[in-house]
């Protein structure tokens, strides 16, 4: 059984070197500097408002993470929840963790009118978990401008 909680300061590590392990795979197609996880881990020891950090743990230890966010979105009439980051380690990956994982955040969130999510198309393993559970293809072209 898969326990779901929210990150520690106690976590950092753990956090900061699965996040590294995300950004070098499949789920993303460019690093992002190790800043960037450490404004995500401020910003989700202060508040739950807008972004929640999730450290997914079995009887193991830490397995993995879940990185939300939290928005209002006119188009669809409310609350949105982008499923931003789901990372597993190796070997955890292939034991329905991820279904208990949006069984979980579609419970914790029962007010939210869309939960959405993004995927490289080269990460077809997780593109088919999203199928199975109902998730459609957004025919929306994604631009993005950083500063």
Known sequence: MLNIRDIQESDRA???QMAKEFYGGPACD???PQEHFEATLQECLRSKEYS???ML???TGIVGYFLIAITWSNEA???TIWLDELFFKSSSRGKGYGT???DWVEKEYPQAKRFRLEATYSNERAISLYNRL???ELHYYQMIKDR
């Open 100 to 102: 208990q994982v949006f």
């Open 77 to 79: 009439g409310g609350i």
């Open 30 to 32: 460019h690093d992002i």
């Open 14 to 16: 753990e956090f900061f």
């Open 52 to 54: 929640r950090t999730l």
């Open 57 to 59: 743990e079995d009887e």
């Open 134 to 136: 109902g998730y459609k």
